[in-house]
């Protein structure tokens, strides 16, 4: 299994309401949410899916009503123009890796299996783990932990892996472990490890720059009436979407009309976000922190 979609039937019974419409799949994977929202489509319905992972590739539907690009969704409006599809009638975005790409050892995500530190989603291209945890200096990766992983032994952690290096490089997954255990609370060590994992992969692939990008071009790209559903997995990802639905800007901040009207092209259909089930927490694990927060364009 490429990747168990999560939250499947609370996504697309909220996202697909007219079968001949323009729906995006931003991060396609194995096609799990793809493969569900073409089963509510007709002959005039169609898909447009963005991965930058070329793995993803293979997973590709065979179907005439889909279009795969293998690129960033941070160039979601470039594309949708070159495809004339805008407007749209829907968005769907599964944020955060694949369990593909956490089971591959070879890729560097995950914390369980050893690899080598690359952690690019976009294997063709930019900077690795490695280059960050060896080139990067101290001020820098301090301030990657403490954003980015929001852990509060940020510079003990730095300091840590400025002295190790200087020993020998910090190559693999288990090295780049063995150093940041040192660091980590007594008995939280698994989570403070998941954290400076996280930190340098959303570094690696410039993931929160993506996200900002691609979520301020929503309220062009998408029509009056479309919906929106969005899963995210971590807070920093959370707090974007919640600002973007609730004010109609990633900052937050509540904007007025000279009438007192809030402008906001965005209608929250769930006043708070939608959790998996438990029977789904049971049968996939991985979903324990995932966030499903739905909007309507106005």
């Known amino acids: 299994m490429y990747h168990n979609p999560i939250?499947?039937?609370?996504?697309?019974?909220?996202?697909?309401?007219?079968?001949?419409?323009?729906?995006?799949?931003?991060?396609?994977?194995?096609?799990?949410?793809?493969?569900?929202?073409?089963?509510?489509l007709n002959n005039y319905g169609r898909i447009i899916a963005f991965d930058l992972d070329e793995d993803a590739l293979a997973n590709k539907i065979d179907d005439p009503r889909i279009v795969f690009v293998n690129q960033n969704y941070r160039y979601l409006w470039?594309?949708?123009?070159?495809?004339?599809?805008?407007?749209?009638d829907g968005v769907l975005a599964?944020?955060?890796?694949?369990?593909?790409?956490?089971?591959d050892g070879s890729r560097g995500f995950s914390i369980r299996n050893e690899g080598f530190l690359d952690m690019r989603m976009d294997?063709?291209?930019?900077?690795?783990?490695?280059?960050?945890?060896?080139?990067?200096?101290?001020?820098?990766l301090t301030?990657?932990?403490?954003?980015?992983?929001?852990?509060?032994?940020?510079?003990?952690?730095?300091?840590?892996?400025?002295?190790?290096?200087?020993?020998?490089?910090?190559?693999?997954?288990?090295e780049l472990k063995e150093v940041v255990e040192k660091v980590a609370p007594r008995n939280k060590e698994y989570k403070f490890v998941s954290q400076v994992f996280q930190a340098?992969?959303?570094e690696v692939n410039k993931e929160l720059e993506s996200l900002e990008e691609m979520l301020i071009q929503l309220s062009t790209v998408v029509k009056p009436g479309g919906?929106?559903?969005?899963?995210?997995?971590?807070?920093?990802?959370?707090?974007?979407?919640?600002?973007?639905?609730?004010?109609?800007?990633?900052e937050g901040e509540e904007r007025k009309d000279f009438y007192g009207q809030k402008l906001t092209p965005f209608?929250?259909?769930?006043?708070?976000?939608?959790?998996?089930?438990?029977?789904?927490?049971?049968?996939?694990?991985?979903?324990?922190?995932?966030?499903?927060?739905?909007a309507e364009r106005i």
């Open 267 to 294: 209608k929250p259909l769930t006043r708070k976000p939608i959790l998996p089930s438990d029977v789904e927490l049971q049968n996939n694990g991985r979903s324990r922190s995932a966030k499903l927060r739905i």
């Open 143 to 174: 301030k990657m932990f403490r954003d980015y992983g929001e852990i509060d032994k940020a510079y003990q952690l730095s300091n840590a892996i400025i002295k190790q290096r200087s020993i020998k490089p910090i190559e693999t997954t288990s």
């Open 200 to 202: 340098i992969r959303i």
């Open 94 to 103: 599964d944020l955060g890796i694949s369990s593909h790409q956490i089971d």
């Open 227 to 250: 919906v929106i559903a969005i899963i995210s997995y971590h807070s920093l990802e959370d707090r974007l979407v919640k600002n973007l639905f609730k004010t109609g800007n990633i």
């Open 7 to 40: 939250l499947l039937k609370e996504c697309i019974d909220n996202l697909v309401k007219n079968p001949s419409g323009i729906y995006i799949d931003l991060t396609y994977g194995g096609g799990g949410h793809a493969r569900a929202i073409l089963e509510r």
């Open 123 to 140: 294997n063709r291209s930019g900077i690795t783990a490695k280059d960050v945890v060896n080139k990067y200096p101290e001020e820098k």
């Open 78 to 88: 470039n594309y949708l123009r070159f495809y004339d599809a805008i407007p749209v």
